[in-house]
């Protein structure tokens, strides 16, 4: 499955097959942002287009190509003249070009942030992977993580007695290690993911939940102390 972080690449890449423009749209299906940066790079575009059209020039243009512009002063206020039809032309092509690149530079930064960490937790939750251990297996969850993910994990108040274990296993959040569970809830299923915030290194306010949704399913990341927690219903 095509990462945002390629999809950004392909999608500033001079190369536009037919193959690659269908693993564009084939990852714009199950990814909201990357559609929404998509359809940014589209508009701005066609605003370009748009200001770099072939107009017919202007009739003082010639008369001032035709006398000197020094030795007149009236053909000097036509020259001027023109500079803010210039202006008013070249500026809406400026701006569109500036929101293009803020646009890029800041999904880059939320390529290694905390919406890419929410995509990742949504993928975890949609794959149908088996469970390293199923509940009653082990006696002591946190160990276990402990001694199979290396770092000790602590459930937080979000599962309430209401929820019940299915199973865990260990499993990645980019490069880094995290603890996966899943639990039932009312004939629901939801997952848990936990890293430690150290090793995540990510910028996010303490306490603060961070909210993605990607097709049916909704990620909610915070951060409490030393571990990242990732909520996915």
């Not at 035709?66 to 009236?74: F, I, L, Q």
């Not at 199979?148 to 937080?156: E, L, S």
């Amino acid at each position: 499955m095509m990462k945002c972080e390629e999809f950004k690449n392909r999608l500033v890449a001079p190369d536009l097959s037919e193959t690659n423009d269908g693993h564009l749209k084939k990852h714009m299906e199950n990814c909201g942002p990357c559609t929404k940066l998509y359809q940014l790079d589209c508009a701005m575009e066609d605003t370009i287009k748009t200001g770099f059209r072939k107009v017919a020039p202007p009739e003082t243009l010639f008369k001032c190509l035709e006398t000197d512009p020094a030795s007149d002063g009236r053909q000097r206020t036509g020259m001027r003249k023109m500079t803010p039809r210039l202006w008013s032309r070249l500026i809406p092509v400026m701006a569109a070009a500036a929101m293009i690149i803020l646009a890029l530079h800041s999904f880059a930064w939320k390529d290694t942030g905390a919406e890419e960490m929410g995509m990742l937790a949504i993928e975890h939750h949609m794959n149908d992977m088996p469970m390293a251990f199923r509940a009653g297996e082990i006696e002591n969850v946190p160990e276990w993580f402990q001694k199979n993910a290396g770092f000790r994990i602590k459930i937080p108040s979000v599962i309430d007695q209401d929820f019940r274990l299915i199973g865990g296993r260990k499993c990645h959040l980019g490069k880094k290690n995290a603890a996966f569970l899943c639990y039932e809830k009312d004939g629901k299923r939801f997952s848990l993911l936990i890293a430690d915030s150290k090793d995540a290194d990510l910028k996010m306010d303490q306490n603060r939940v961070y909210q993605f949704t990607n097709n049916q399913s909704m990620a909610k990341l915070w951060k409490d102390t030393d571990l990242l927690y990732a909520f996915v219903e």
